[in-house]
């Protein structure tokens, strides 16, 4: 399998060393305008463009985010299959074309949405699947660090699209209503804290909070059930628990003396090394990807941006 990699910078450094893990993996060239030391032995195009004249079996672009619609067309238009960071692109229309053209060239379109791929993720797929919490009441997460005020995006792109990209894996439905709210802190042109409703077609309630500035750092999900619950921590040392419970209807509550928790077991890859390796099967046809949409994730992103700003301007959107 051989890799081209487009940005060398903190994620970029991230993905070269898990690639490193594979033996059957050649990096075969990087591109960067400026690569630190370590990277100098590889082979280092300053235009990206001179990479894809190279025979690959897959692209990654690791760029800033407002960068990606013009360096993904060119690697589709190249014959390449790629894999983005998040967000693909900002907007809807753009994903549109380059879908389009992914498609009129027989490539495959991989977003990094790495969550999806973790085992603790597909371990809550599983139990959903198999109703071990009964049906669904709602879907609650938080996501908030101290950190990076992005440029280029809000924390609705870096942060929270993982949460949505998680529910997509999870519950595939198509986004019906959005409530958000959002706030600017420290003169950015992007918000920086965002907290969200969201009800989808298949009735699911999902309420997310997500931001960069919260000095403790939190990466938790909680979902509820009729006859359960589920909660992964990934700050946790037993990040996944399920905890079963019993509904008592003459006296319309949960009985709280019955709850039995089970640590669930999870992988112990990293959720990077899982992705590659889906990937890299679905290329070689050996296996199908596990599916999310990544139009239906971007039109949820795009669409709670623009509902904040809406509701910012004393408008809303219908």
């Known amino acids: 399998m051989k890799i081209g990699l487009i940005g ?4 970029g450094k991230i993905l070269i ?34 990479g894809l ?47 389009d053209i992914a498609n009129k060239k027989n490539v495959k379109i991989y977003a990094d949405y790495t969550f999806t791929y973790s085992s603790a993720i ?7 699947d198999k109703k071990a919490i009964g049906y669904v009441l709602g879907f609650t997460s938080v996501r908030a660090n101290l950190g990076k005020i992005q440029s280029d995006v809000s924390v609705v792109e870096d942060l929270m699209v993982h949460d949505i990209s998680i529910i997509d894996f999870l519950f595939q ?17 992007h918000f920086s804290s965002v907290s969200s409703l969201l009800e989808y077609a298949n009735g699911l309630k999902a309420n997310i909070f997500c931001s960069w500035i919260s000095p403790w750092k939190q990466r938790g999900i909680k979902i509820y059930g ?60 050996m296996a199908p990807k596990d599916y999310t949409d990544i139009r239906r994730i971007t039109v949820a992103t795009e669409t709670i941006v623009k509902k ?3 509701r910012n301007e004393g408008n809303e959107l219908n």
């Open 8 to 11: 060398t910078g903190y994620w």
């Open 17 to 50: 060393k898990n690639l490193s893990t594979f033996n059957d993996v050649e990096l075969a060239w990087i591109s960067d305008l400026e690569i630190t030391d370590n990277l100098k032995s590889l082979r280092n195009f300053a235009s990206y463009k001179v």
């Open 53 to 99: 004249e190279y025979e690959v079996d897959l692209v990654i672009v690791s760029t800033p985010a407002h960068t990606h619609y013009e360096i993904v067309k060119n690697v589709l238009l190249s014959g390449n299959n790629f894999l983005v960071t998040k967000p693909i692109t900002k907007n809807i229309n753009e994903l549109d074309e380059l879908i």
């Open 122 to 128: 597909k371990q809550i797929k599983v139990l959903l």
């Open 173 to 189: 439905s198509e986004l019906k209503q959005v409530f958000a709210v959002g706030s600017h802190e420290l003169g950015s042109n």
């Open 226 to 285: 009729s006859k359960g619950a589920i909660y992964w921590d990934e700050t946790s040392p037993t990040p996944l628990t399920l905890s079963e419970f019993s509904y008592n209807k003459n006296l319309n509550i949960f009985e709280q003396n019955v709850v039995k928790e089970k640590i669930i077991e999870i992988g112990p890859k990293s959720a990077l090394i899982y992705e590659f390796e889906e990937i890299f099967k679905d290329i070689m046809d």
């Open 308 to 310: 904040i700003y809406s």
